[in-house]
Structures are given as C-alpha cells and as structure tokens.
C-alpha cells in the first residue's frame, strides 16, 4: 500500500489540557478545561460523553483546589515529562508532532496585557526539542482550554471581544515561533460547538437566553478570530501555514429511501459542511438561512467581517476521524449508539469500540474523497485512533493488536485515497502517549502508543512504556517514507 509521497508527514497528536497537567505551575490560569470533572461511578467503560458543564458545576470546581475529580489539571505531565516523551515519539520515526498550546498559560484571565515569560519559555523548549528530534511541530493555538475567566465574564466566544482577545494571543504565538513553527491550526474542531460547546466554545447554557443563537454566534465570531489571525500570519510569515479544523462525522442514510438520504445530506450540511464552507469559500454556504431559521438564529455579522473572510481563506482542511454516523428522517424506532460524541443510529455493518463508537475505515476513504472533492485544497488527518481499555502485562508490555488493527484499516484506506489522487498532506494519530479522556476525564480511555503507567484516580508512577502498537507504527513509517 505504499501510495504515500516521500513528504508525506507521519506523526501523532496530543493536546496541553489533557497531557500538560501543571494546572497552577509557573503562572497558569485555570481554563475550562480545569472544570471538566471525572465522576468515578461512570469511570472504566463509561458510556457517558459530554457531561453538561452547569455554573454550578463551575462554582464547584473553583472551591476545589485538588486535582482529584479534575484529572485534566494534572494531564499525564507532559509539563515536566514532554523531553522524554518527544524522545520516545521520535523513536517511532516521527517527522511530525502535533500539540496544541495551553492559551491560559500565556495570558491567564486572557486580557492581561502582556504574556507569561515562563509560558513562552516551556513552549520554546518544547518546540526547540520537537525539532532537535527530526520533527515538525504542528500547532493548535486553541484545543478546548480558553481561559475560564473569559468564559466567565463574556460567556466565551459569543463576545465579540474575544476575537480581539484570541488575536493578541495567536500574534503572540506568531512572534515567539513563527521563526520554527511553520505549520499551524487554529481552533481544535471548530465545529465541537455541535458537540462539545463547552469546550469549544465557553458558553455556559445556562447563562445563554438563546443557546442555540448563542453558539452559531460563537462560531461566528471563532471563523472572524481565525480569518483575523491567518491575515496577521501571512504578513508576518509568508510561509508558514495556518488550516482550519473540524470533526468530520461521514453520515449515511439509514436506507436508500429519498427522505432518509436527503436526512443524511442534511446532517451533513448542519454538522460539518457548514463550518468548512463557510471558512474554506469564505461566505456562508446558500443553505446557512435555511440552518439559521431552524435555529431561531439572528447573527451579528458586520462587512468588515465578511471582507475578511472572503480575504483570509485556510491553506488546508485538517480534520479528526473516529467513527461514521446515520441519519434518518424518521429516528424514532431505531436503536441509538451510546458514548458516541454524538447519537447515531446503530450501524449494523459496522464493529465499535469499547466505548460504543463505531470503527469504520471505508468511511475515511469516503470522507477523504468527499471532502477533496468539495474544497480541492490540502487536507491533513490530525486526530484518529481508538479509545481502549489497554491491560499493562507484570513485564510491562501491553498487547494492543486492537489498536493495531484499527490503525492498519485506517491507513490502508488513507492509502487508496491518495491512490485515488486525493491531496493529503500528512497523519497524525490519536494519541501518541495516552492521555486523559476529553470528553469523560478518565484515563482508562487510552489511546496512546505509549502507555502512561497512572489510573483514573490520578494513582501511578506515570512511567511510559511503549505498547504493540508502538513498534507496529514505527515499522510501518519506516516501510512507507
Ligand atoms: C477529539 C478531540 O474530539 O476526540 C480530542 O479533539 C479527544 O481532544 C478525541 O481526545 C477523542 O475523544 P475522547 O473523548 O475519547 O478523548
């Protein structure tokens, strides 16, 4: 199956909320990420995703000053781990690390006026080893950790302050690494608000009087912030290259019955397409009024707002890839999925996780396809593996011919897309050393190639071991750059 191009970039990804930990070291603020809380009755198999984050909760978390039921406070502890751990990445033949930057590091409210030095120091470090290693960085300058204090005091991105905000801290970024950073992503998954809106967004549900309206608005001003910052970049370095970034869910019609596939393009449009239209065309797509009036959405969009759109489109499309969907036009007497990061109908073709998502690797191919098809512009896979109970042998090793597999389906059928002529940059996988769930907080959803010796209480000795699948991936680069 070797299809790839000699520059094709192989690597894997983690993010600072769910690997950094060092919550309150050297200067950090708390992001949202800090109260996303583990609830030990659903820890092992949860099948619950995407607790609700309340301003109740919120007020809880600030009195709790532990780590203990907010495990994305201590991470993995990449903060004083990440040599060791970009070492043993490299080991696998790397020539590509995505990671994102922890935004409340650099400004811990968000709006002081200027950066935490240790902030841009860690980060210089990290950077200078990710290269001293014979890798690229890839960078998410946000992956669902704005500064709590934002989402407090504006309810996150519906304020259009936050644009201003965000921006200062990209140019930030700009300024102390565009020199060796030179490949960049804006917002994680720009369309989570579907899925995620907390995260992603900041927006508190119950401090919103329209949600719905809320978080169009928020993605609105998330596309403004990301046309802002890839006009900025472009002055600064020409060179470098700033993408954007969704979940890509592929969705198929539950029949071939017209009302079941109009269902499937729909969800497709609302969930998906309308977030890479709008950025990658740089307008909203014909369909968007349609979506708005549903939603009962008004949006405050001002001309400057569209010039810059239609001036500041991404370079490339770079998108996760975990599991496919169904849509129907009637859902009622189907059985849902459960733990998915979003419901779907049950795929009867189709094996699933642990967690109850369903593996389905003609779907990459098909969403590879898709999406070349729609945007002819350069697409990048960041995020896709399998979330798994992995079992640690007394000798430590860990037998994860699961993940092997899922691995292997996936990048065969990567490897038929670009036979196809589909233009694809690179891989990152999820996770390149297990890290603590996004979206249940638990560590016993592991992802990594590199076990992280911890448990779901935060117990262990958080010693790194590399799996099966570790030496699996390192071949497989070998054999195919
Ligand atoms: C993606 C996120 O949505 O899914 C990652 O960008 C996340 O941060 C990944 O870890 C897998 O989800 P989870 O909830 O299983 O960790």
Redesign the pocket.
């Known amino acids: 199956m070797n299809n790839f191009p000699k520059d094709f970039l192989w690597g894997g990804a983690i993010?600072a909320c769910?690997a950094e930990g060092a919550f309150n070291e050297d200067g950090r603020g708390l992001a949202v990420s800090d109260v996303s809380f583990f609830d030990s009755e659903l820890s092992n198999k949860s099948l619950t995703?995407n607790k609700k984050i309340t301003s109740k909760d919120i007020n809880i978390a600030l009195l709790d000053e532990s780590t203990k039921h907010y495990p994305k406070r201590h991470g993995i502890d990449f903060y004083h781990h990440y040599d060791e751990d970009i070492k043993l990445c490299s080991q696998m033949g790397f020539n590509v690390f995505r990671f994102s930057i922890s935004w409340s590091r650099f400004f811990p409210t968000g709006e002081e006026k200027s950066p935490n030095k240790k902030a841009i120091k860690f980060y210089d470090n990290v950077i200078n080893k990710i290269i001293e290693n014979g890798m690229q960085p890839l960078v998410t300058i946000s992956?669902?950790d704005m500064p709590l204090q934002l989402s407090l005091k504006y309810n996150g991105w519906l304020d259009r302050k936050l644009i201003t905000l965000f921006r200062k801290y990209a140019n930030t970024l700009f300024d102390c690494y565009s020199n060796r950073v030179k490949l960049w992503i804006g917002f994680?998954?720009i369309n989570a608000s579907k899925f995620s809106a907390f995260k992603s967004t900041g927006v508190v549900e119950d401090q919103s009087n329209n949600y719905q309206q809320d978080l169009y608005q928020a993605a609105h001003n998330q596309f403004v912030a990301s046309a802002q910052i890839k006009s900025d970049l472009s002055l600064k370095d020409p060179n470098s290259k700033l993408g954007c970034m969704i979940?890509y869910f592929a969705t198929y019609p539950l029949t071939p019955s017209p009302a079941d596939v109009l269902a499937a393009q729909q969800k497709d449009y609302e969930d998906n397409l309308y977030y890479t239209d709008t950025m990658i065309n740089g307008e909203y797509p014909y369909y968007a009024q349609r979506i708005w009036k549903k939603n009962n959405v008004h949006l405050d969009i001002t001309k400057d707002d569209s010039q810059l759109l239609k001036q500041n489109k991404p370079d490339f499309l770079s998108f996760?890839y975990?599991m496919s969907n169904i849509a129907a036009n009637n859902t009622t007497n189907n059985s849902k999925t459960k733990g998915n990061?979003r419901d779907t109908i049950v795929n009867p073709y189709l094996k699933k996780s642990e967690w109850g998502w369903q593996i389905d690797p003609l779907g990459l191919r098909y969403s590879l396809n898709k999406l070349y098809a729609r945007y002819h512009i350069p697409l990048f896979i960041v995020?896709n593996g399998i979330?798994a109970n992995d079992k640690i042998t007394i000798d430590y090793k860990i037998h994860d011919d699961y993940r092997i597999l899922y691995l292997n389906d996936h990048i065969e059928a990567v490897s038929e897309s670009i036979k196809d002529r589909v233009d694809l940059m690179g891989y990152t996988m999820?996770s390149a050393l297990d890290i603590i769930?996004?979206?249940?907080s638990e560590m016993s959803?592991r992802y990594g190639l590199i076990y992280v010796d911890q448990d779901n209480y935060g117990n262990g000795t958080l010693s790194r071991h590399p799996k099966d699948s570790f030496y699996w991936y390192k071949n497989l680069i070998s054999k195919y750059s």
């Open positions: 993010s769910q995703i992956h669902f994680n998954e979940a996760s975990y990061l995020e979330g999820w769930s996004s979206g249940t959803k």
